[in-house]
């Protein structure tokens, strides 16, 4: 109980200190006229409060992500607790800042271009190639288990739920913002927080105490922490598909300042419903065991399902439901919102033709979502292990274009390049042992992770380099002259 309660308390307090070391690292200014007014275009460039903003973002990127993800996460036993926290506070909320707030600056625009500006062409090739199919798979991945959950409680097909939830995801993706998403989305924003806080509550009545932190592994199937922890708990922690939200809502803030509330604020939100759910799983089922059982029989949905009706009653079985079917299909709309958006200004910078605006949306939806509607039809477990990996590459890839951009702007870039080290190691060896990627031996796996890893760090140290010689240069000719 004590590690739990005490996580909370450092979760709020790393909003309130390190929250505001990193906007004064960034540097706002709230003189700075922001692209909701320069660039108002009725669609996707409009003013918001930025209550509505922290709301709509905490909904974007969370979805069931921090509830699934957390649950899994708690077969590890309360170590998890460590990673969320550091996770949340010193890389998460930090990328997701960034990833907002580097998009104000440059008027909006979507991640792959911020990192074509930071990274390089060849860099932003690869990352709208790699953004856009962590889109498609999210969408996917966030229609077909509603979808499947709906069929099984209502007399609907699974392909007749698909056409519904699908048609509801192209609409959501090409109104305006202030339509649907500005609307009914601060309201599930605030359920999401409701059911986090009621369950959050009501664990203290559980029949487990809630456990204390302990460093060992619980895992039943012995899965290693490293880098597994990493990938199972991103949502919560940190992941890469925030940065492809934030430039959704970085196109409607009125001012810098609102920046820390709805990016870090958010973040750090989605960090605390991760906490709670990470916490309930340990807690209700009593040991890591148990709750593996239970994954096994009923899958997460089953888990939260299972938690809500006990804890909350006929009340909370509505919220799972709505948790479990709605969260997902709000975070697979605005995930179609992004891929349109990336799409737009990758044909606008290939074409030198303007594909922004409302008159191409029916050509850039139709690629997207047609090949998001046939991914649909594949083994839900499948999309997710993809999603996951895909996801904290993206992350890595943020972390680095923030640790560039305050590089050249000569500002402490440690804030970021530090969990962008951290990250490049979680994937490099990630993909070396997951079954959907090399499937290597874990030993193996940290070898050659700690390889990729070197030859990064020394990439880094050469950016190091080059811009404290650049920065030399400068200061001679300014001594010449």
């Known amino acids: ?28 200014n709230d003189q700075n006229p922001t692209p909701a007014y320069t660039s108002n275009d009725g669609l996707d460039y409009m003013p918001m409060s ?8 905490l909904l974007n990127i969370a979805g069931t992500g921090p509830i699934f993800g957390a649950i899994m996460g708690a077969l590890y036993g309360p170590i998890a607790f460590i990673w969320i926290v550091i996770g949340c506070i010193f890389a998460g909320a930090v990328h997701d800042y960034f990833s907002g707030m580097v998009s104000l600056r440059h008027n909006g625009a979507q991640f792959p271009t911020l990192v074509g500006k930071y990274l390089g062409g060849k860099m932003k090739f690869a990352t709208t190639i790699v953004s856009i199919i962590l889109m498609i798979l999210v969408a996917a991945a966030f229609t077909a288990a509603p979808a499947q959950l709906l069929t099984e409680i209502t007399p609907l097909s699974f392909t007749t739920w698909l056409v519904i939830i699908f048609a509801y995801l192209i609409i959501a993706a090409i109104l305006p913002i202030n339509k649907i998403i500005g609307r009914v989305y601060p309201i599930f924003g605030a359920i999401l927080i409701f059911m986090a806080v009621s369950i959050g509550i009501g664990m203290f009545s559980f029949d487990n105490p809630i456990p204390n932190l302990t460093l060992s592994n619980l895992h039943p199937g012995e899965m290693p922490i490293w880098p597994l922890l990493m990938v199972t708990i991103s949502c919560g922690a940190i992941s890469g598909f925030h940065s492809t939200q934030s430039p959704i809502l970085a196109r409607t803030l009125k001012k810098e300042s609102e920046g820390r509330k709805v990016f870090y604020g958010a973040m750090i939100g989605e960090g605390v419903i991760a906490m709670v759910w990470a916490a309930a799983g340990m807690t209700f089922f009593g040991s890591t065991g148990a709750l593996n059982a239970a994954l096994e029989a009923g899958g997460p949905a089953g888990v939260v399902n299972e938690i809500s009706l006990t804890t909350l009653g006929t009340f909370g079985g509505i919220l799972a439901i709505l948790g479990i079917v709605v969260l997902p299909i709000t975070t697979g709309d605005t995930a179609l ?45 499948f999309l997710w292990r993809y999603v996951g990996g895909t996801n904290q590459i993206v992350a890595a890839v943020m972390l680095w274009t923030g640790a560039m951009y305050l590089l050249k702007n000569n500002k402490f870039h440690w804030i970021c390049s530090i969990p962008a080290l951290f990250m490049t190691a979680v994937v490099s060896t990630y993909f070396l042992y997951a079954p959907e990627g090399f499937n290597l031996e874990y030993g193996t796996s940290l070898i050659l992770g700690m390889v990729i890893w070197l030859v990064v760090f020394a990439w880094f140290v050469r950016q190091l380099m080059k811009h404290k010689k650049a920065g030399n240069y400068e200061d001679s000719e300014l001594k010449a002259g």
Request: proline share 1%.
């Open 1 to 28: 109980m004590v590690t739990f309660i005490a996580s909370i308390l450092l979760l709020i307090v790393g909003y309130i200190v390190y929250g505001k070391v990193v906007e004064r690292i960034f540097g706002i």
């Open 337 to 381: 919102r992004s891929s349109r958006m990336m799409l737009a200004e990758l044909l606008t910078q290939l074409t030198k033709k303007d594909f922004n605006g409302k008159g191409k949306l029916a050509l850039l939806i139709v690629p997207v979502a047609g090949t998001t509607l046939y991914l649909t039809t594949i083994d839900y477990s």
């Open 50 to 57: 930025w209550w509505k903003a922290s709301l709509i973002q």
